[in-house]
């Protein structure tokens, strides 16, 4: 464990108040102060973007708008950040940074706009406006206040060249396609199947397998209609269609199992079909917080396959960078995003 | 998918009867009937070793031996595998090989004694004698039968050399020396930690990590006598104790982080310390049925940790004959094996 000359520590375990010893993820209550330790940076926060299941959560509980921003400013106020007591997630943030550390290797500085992409269950935080300016009807929180960034932290700087909205849109899913650049090439995988392969991370993890030098990308997606934006967006060779819960669809709609299958599609029971779609000695890497860790291990048994499964780290070097720089090259990938802003954006 | 000439196929699906279209782990019935396709093995099933959380549930649900038994015999009338409704779970079986298919791949033949390393819950079993040689007091289950292996199935042939029990206690877990061979191999790894280093997959993967070429083998574990257990055995340049479910408890431990830690201890909540033992780039293999998929891909990401996160997958080629090889060749794992046995066996 790297600690400071100061007495800090990389991972913020100097913020832990309560209880003593754990990381500050599981902790109960952190110190939010806004003065950065010698290796932290604090953050002007603009806006908080609240993770689905906790906003949900919250809102059935809850009820009106103003019950819902009492409830947020309430566990702000007592755990120093914002962690959903009963779902236990958090969310991310946007702001400006405010003041940088002297040992900071973030590598930010002040007046940067920035995204945080650590989870906001372990961000200390500071509410200063009484979230005036949010109606408590929608997950994006505007939020005056302070945040903090530990050493070992991951923030991403907002592009000047793409619109805000798009950035957080693919800096949500920046692991994915990270992961899939890394695997592809440590393998020399010249075939990968994308299940899920029409969503943010899915498209993608889809570009980063052809960038990476395979030459058989195939795009797995559940309807004709998602079959259609993806042969249009032009990001895989093959595009088929199945219900990805179903091990046999899968495997006959891949054909030839492939080397490399990347699982982006959120809903459980998609191991058995990833391991089939899988060649012996191939690697399946599951992004899908959807996943059971042991229908994966017991499904590959139960299939005496000799298959890698990784587990999808949310964090590879470099990765937010990689990501927007894939969007900036690969036209389909951009359609796809900006065709589901459409969709999602309200009337 | 491979499907044989006569219609059968390697994963058995042929063996299905209901629901129609699923793999035979997810069947509510099987074909049990002991006439073997093309690619199959029939076996005289001997013992079953039932999953220890399913004979649980049973013996909680029934109470006495009687209806315990009566129980299983319900269960195997009715779906044609051992596979408990509640728990899911299913278990293992002895046997001598009674018929090989002609196209089986397995290598198997007449008269060989078997264990099968695949699950009960995917195997067609029929239970001929009632059960009567078991008093429903025991997940060791006497029994005359008979058991289908399909042409991609698991079985080792039992060793004439070693005690039954002692060569069913090593195939249990034999995944888990295999897969940190593999991986301490081609990551060329010097520094290896076991957590769980004392029970029976740590111990057999502390030998296999030091004889897969690492110089630094560190064993975590729980209590001083196991430590002791560990030390005397000497399969390992260090131990330590510490609980496995405290992350800095963990790290401050193993002191500098090792390229591969192999999580082997069956508890919740070992993900973040497996994570900081781990150095940057470095490698986590998680062998607990315990692990949490989102709390190891959260917890990463939550610690900006650049580590390969890999299920532990209870197949690999040839496993059984390695993790057997391991125990003939280490008297410090059969040690640990045998005082293991001396231990839990019944007064």
């Known amino acids: 464990m790297t600690v400071s000359r100061a007495g800090g520590s990389a991972i913020g375990l100097h913020r832990v108040l309560e209880p003593e010893g754990v990381l500050p993820q599981q902790a109960l209550r952190l110190d939010a102060s806004p003065v950065p330790w010698p290796d932290e940076v604090v953050v002007d926060v603009e806006r908080l973007n609240l993770d689905a299941a906790s906003y949900r959560q919250l809102r059935e509980r809850h009820g009106d708008g103003a019950a819902v921003r009492a409830a947020v400013l309430e566990i702000v106020a007592a755990r120093g950040k914002m962690q959903n007591p009963v779902t236990g997630s958090g969310g991310m943030l946007l702001g400006t940074v405010r003041e940088v550390g002297p040992d900071s290797p973030l590598g930010l500085k002040v007046g940067d706009r920035v995204a945080t992409l650590v989870s906001l269950t372990l961000t200390p935080l500071v509410i200063t406006d009484g979230l005036s300016d949010w109606d408590g009807l929608g997950e994006q929180v505007p939020c005056k206040g302070t945040a903090v960034l530990f050493g070992r932290s991951i923030a991403a700087v907002l592009p000047e060249d793409l619109p805000e909205e798009l950035s957080l849109s693919v800096l949500d899913v920046c692991g994915a396609p990270a992961l899939t650049d890394r695997v592809v090439r440590a393998k020399s995988a010249r075939s990968v199947c994308v299940i899920g392969g029409g969503g943010k991370s899915g498209s993608l993890s889809l570009a980063a397998a052809r960038a990476a030098g395979a030459s058989r990308v195939v795009a797995l997606v559940p309807t004709r209609g998602e079959a259609e934006a993806v042969r249009a967006a032009g990001l895989a060779d093959e595009v088929v269609i199945a219900d990805a ?77 990689f990501a927007l720089g894939l969007l900036r090259t690969t036209p389909g990938v951009r359609a796809l995003f900006e065709a589901r802003e459409r969709q999602t954006a309200k009337p």
């Open 245 to 321: 819960r179903n091990p046999l669809a899968v495997a006959q709609a891949v054909g030839e199992p492939v080397e490399v299958t990347v699982v982006c599609v959120d809903v459980a029971g998609c191991e058995h079909g990833a391991v089939l779609a899988t060649a012996a000695g191939g690697t399946v890497v599951f992004f899908s917080m959807a996943t059971s860790f042991s229908a994966a291990a017991l499904g590959a048994e139960g299939l005496a396959a000799d298959v890698e499964m990784l587990i999808g780290n949310g964090y590879v070097p470099g990765h937010a960078e």
